[in-house]
């Protein structure tokens, strides 16, 4: 079965510092991973995903994420907040078994401190 | 300008109405899909398709009903079977394949209320 889990429902950070959102996943198959971004409101918007290629993956925003089997995380992280990256934040796995399913995790609300 | 549509942003029902909610993607999509998404939780999928004239439950599918008659459209109605309707709906599309290397673009989401 696929799960990932969220360790994290609210984060708050100063702007300028870094940001650390937290996943970790469970998976009976080699996973994907994804990490999606949600403003009020707004429908999600893909940051960068894991599809066993390179383990440090670079997304859209100055965010990036590194995929570590040993420790089945996830973890995205960016050097420097800025206010822009105050929202919400899913991290998501989908298995390699045929289906053609998602499975969210419950979401990191960010706020960014001026 | 590529993307997804849904209509209409906010949307107010009285107990034991039918409602459909509309998504229009002009992407090329195979794939469409419907999500759920309550406060504090992440998104739970009601139904998706991948080809035209055919769709699935996913795992919330009773009190919905969809149907998938052109690509581009993927209607979602919440029918008066729906116990607690009240909810943000999300629309997504993606090609066809395995959900592992096909992202998914969603639409802005309907706010549904129940009165």
């Known amino acids: 079965a696929q799960s990932v889990t969220q360790l994290d429902s609210h984060v708050s950070v100063s702007e300028g510092t870094p940001v650390l959102l937290r996943c970790n996943y469970s998976?009976?198959?080699?996973?994907?991973l994804f990490w999606y971004v949600q403003h009020p409101n707004k429908g999600l918007q893909l940051l960068l995903k894991?599809?066993?290629?390179?383990?440090l993956v670079k997304g859209i925003n100055g965010f990036e994420a590194e995929f570590k089997k040993s420790e089945t995380s996830f973890h995205l992280t960016k050097p420097s907040a800025h206010m822009s990256d105050a929202a919400e934040y899913f991290c998501v796995v989908s298995a390699l078994d045929g289906a053609n399913n998602l499975f969210f995790g419950t979401g990191t609300r960010l706020t960014v401190i001026p | 300008d590529g993307g997804i549509t849904q209509s209409p942003k906010y949307l107010f029902r009285k107990e034991g109405q039918n409602v459909t909610l509309s998504c229009e993607q002009n992407?090329?999509?195979?794939?469409m899909y419907w999500y759920r998404q309550d406060p504090g939780q992440g998104l739970r999928l009601i139904y998706y398709?991948?080809?035209?004239?055919?769709?699935q439950k996913g795992d919330i599918a009773e009190g919905y009903s969809v149907s998938r008659e052109k690509k581009e459209s993927f209607p979602l109605t919440v029918t008066s079977a729906q116990k607690n309707p009240t909810a943000f709906y999300l629309c997504a599309s993606s090609r066809k394949g395995l959900a592992a290397y096909n992202e998914q673009f969603f639409g802005p989401g309907t706010r549904l209320t129940v009165l």
């Open positions: 998976s009976s198959y080699s996973p994907s």
């Open positions: 992407l090329n999509h195979d794939a």
């Open positions: 398709s991948q080809i035209v004239n055919d769709f």
């Open positions: 894991y599809t066993s290629a390179a383990t």
